[in-house]
């Protein structure tokens, strides 16, 4: 049997996820247009940096980023491949602390500010529970995290509209020739309102929201789906698998969709 991990939830071959920095004022206008057209995104915000002028208040940010994600920035937003590792260790578990109270759920993901980050910076995030970070460095491939602590996107989203026309077009018009698809778009909410260019936000969300074969996710939904794929198990033969996560999986037996629901054992082919 030829069992291959290549299906998103519902069995699509295509996702989309967003990750936005800083947690400026302009982030509202962002939600407010990712909600009309059900795409997600995930947050990553300084605590330091909440209720200053021009950034989101501490009130606001569970009913915002509600079905979103929120996730650490640090503190302060220093380099940290020059800071000290107290520094590094304070600002990632301070950061961690402080959102989790204001979103009422474990943050387990983050982005390096400033891009920045080192094997040193790298080493820590699993003790502090980090699962995954963002990087600024855009690969232009449309690739499944190999290594989420060090997570390369496709684009900057001066490049959305580009970038969302190749995951459209990409078919395969056999079931054999086709992989997992992620776009990953990053950038921050005032970039649009800088350089004027909401409009391009909109026209991207309403041609991604037109197709049905797109899965929206936030970056820890991507990671606990990837996860649950890897923690599937299956006899030698590969004839049974068993789903030990809590979420449903999608894959491809002899190239037809099956669904293994959460806790299931199921008899293949
Ligand atoms: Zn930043």
């Not at 699993?126 to 496709?154: K, N």
């Not at 005032?190 to 936030?218: R, V």
Request: net charge negative; charged share 25%.
């Amino acid at each position: 049997m030829n069992i291959r991990l290549n299906r998103f939830p519902g069995g699509v071959f295509k996702a989309l996820t967003l990750s936005y920095d800083d947690g400026r004022s302009h982030d509202k206008r962002l939600v407010s247009i990712l909600n009309r057209y059900g795409i997600k995104a995930t947050f990553h915000l300084n605590s330091g940096n909440l209720d200053q002028p021009d950034y989101i208040a501490s009130a606001e940010i569970a009913d915002l980023y509600a079905g979103h994600e929120i996730s650490v920035h640090t503190v302060t937003h220093p380099f940290l491949n020059e800071q000290p590792e107290e520094s590094i260790a304070w600002e990632i578990t301070e950061d961690r602390k402080r959102l989790e109270a204001l979103a009422g759920y474990p943050v387990r993901g983050m982005s390096y500010p400033y891009g920045a980050y080192n094997e040193r910076v790298i080493r820590q995030l699993p003790a502090h529970g980090i699962e995954y970070s963002r990087t600024v460095h855009s690969t232009g491939q449309f690739a499944m995290p190999q290594r989420p602590l060090e997570w390369h996107p496709t684009c900057h989203h001066k490049e959305m509209l580009r970038y969302g026309e190749q995951l459209i077009a990409m078919k395969g018009d056999k079931p054999w020739t086709r992989s997992m698809s992620l776009l990953y778009v990053w950038g921050h909410s005032y970039e649009f309102n800088d350089e004027d260019n909401w409009d391009e936000l909109e026209a991207f969300s309403q041609m991604m929201a037109g197709q049905p074969d797109i899965w929206f996710a936030t970056n820890a939904e991507i990671l606990d789906y990837q996860q649950a794929l890897q923690a599937l198990r299956f006899s030698a033969d590969r004839k049974l698998v068993r789903n030990p996560s809590a979420i449903p999986v999608w894959i491809s037996a002899d190239d037809v969709l099956v669904k293994i629901e959460p806790g299931a054992l199921k008899k293949l082919g």
